[in-house]
């Protein structure tokens, strides 16, 4: 894991604070079953040198608590339509 300086202040996917983020290049598992810290994870495709990455924006419970985008419908990076899962 590589945590970027250049991270913005916002989740670019869903405009809401994080708590952290992170940037990979290799295989991982997400799990956010019963996890007492995060909430959601956003994951935004970057390239770096010309190698492909994914960004993880952590987002706390109390960072997304009502947020609408927690819901059944997942919105991707450029804002098109709800797609649902």
Not at 51 to 75: I, S
């Amino acid at each position: 894991m590589d945590v970027p300086a250049d991270a913005p202040d916002v989740c670019p996917v869903c405009e809401t604070s994080y708590d952290s983020v992170s940037r990979h290049d290799a295989g991982l598992m997400v799990n956010l079953l019963d996890n007492r810290r995060y909430r959601r994870v956003c994951f935004e495709p970057v390239s770096l040198d010309g190698v492909a990455h994914v960004r993880f924006y952590h987002h706390t419970h109390a960072q997304v608590d009502g947020d609408e985008g927690t819901g059944d419908a997942v919105t991707d990076v450029a804002g098109r339509d709800p797609v649902s899962r």
